[in-house]
């Protein structure tokens, strides 16, 4: 693949979609040759800044900065794995897929992206105590632009169902209301399911949110008869 894109690139230096498949390859390549935190992190560095050379001439090409968007996101999560801050990735990934979907409000995997960072943004913030519910209800939004402009997109619906399990989470572990989060994730988890039966994380991921919502049920019930 390599040696592909070097080529197509020397054939037309310009061929921005050359230089951006050569920039991801060469940045997995060094990514895993070993897993040492500062090699893995110089290795997404030199990635993102490959990516940003190639966009200062393509600053309207909404692929790369969907292409950027992915690698924040990316490194964010090596960050986080290795106990180092990702929010500083998971920000620079919302602007990029925000960037993309500007170029092109039709770009359906970019507003999906922007709702994974947010919602990743707000899994962060629940984890230090701080308020997550404004990120969680933007990366809703955001999976709702994704899924009005791809309603096969899948991914996006399922991604939209964990934003809603983790809002019941987080409602739940303050003596608020889950339910409604709760059914949301139950609903597009069902929605997900009947566009492909075989989606085992989907499977694994309603049983999960069934059995939150019928203990919240049964914690009700109790505190009824009480």
């Known amino acids: 693949a390599r040696a592909a894109f070097q080529t197509a690139l020397e054939t037309n230096p310009d061929d921005v979609d050359a230089a951006v498949g050569l920039a991801r390859v060469v940045g997995h390549l060094e990514r895993w040759k ?6 893995v992190f110089a290795a997404f560095r030199h990635e993102l800044d490959a990516l940003t050379r190639v966009g200062a001439d393509r600053p309207d090409h909404a692929p790369l900065y969907f292409e950027l968007g992915n690698v924040h996101t990316l490194f964010a999560t ?8 990702p929010v500083p990735e998971i920000e620079a990934a919302i602007l990029d897929f925000t960037r993309a979907s500007s170029i092109d409000p039709s770009f359906a995997e970019a507003y999906e992206g922007r709702g994974n960072a ?4 707000g899994f962060c913030r629940s984890q230090h105590g701080q308020d997550p519910i404004p990120d969680y209800e933007a990366a809703l939004t955001a999976f709702r632009y ?8 899948a991914k996006a619906v399922h991604a939209r169902a964990m934003a809603h ?7 739940d572990s303050r003596g608020e209301d889950p339910v409604p989060a709760y059914e949301a994730a139950v609903s597009d988890l069902t929605r997900v399911l009947e566009m492909n039966p075989s989606v085992a994380q989907a ?3 309603l049983g999960l949110v069934r ?14 008869e009480a």
């Open 211 to 224: 059995r939150h919502l019928a203990g919240t049920h049964r914690d009700r019930g109790q505190a009824t």
């Open 118 to 121: 947010l919602q990743a943004l």
């Open 165 to 171: 399990y983790n809002l019941g989470l987080y409602c």
């Open 146 to 153: 994704a899924i009005d402009r791809n309603p096969t997109l």
């Open 203 to 205: 499977c694994w991921t």
């Open 34 to 39: 070993e897993w040492d935190p500062e090699k």
């Open 78 to 85: 090596a960050l986080g794995e290795f106990g180092a801050d």
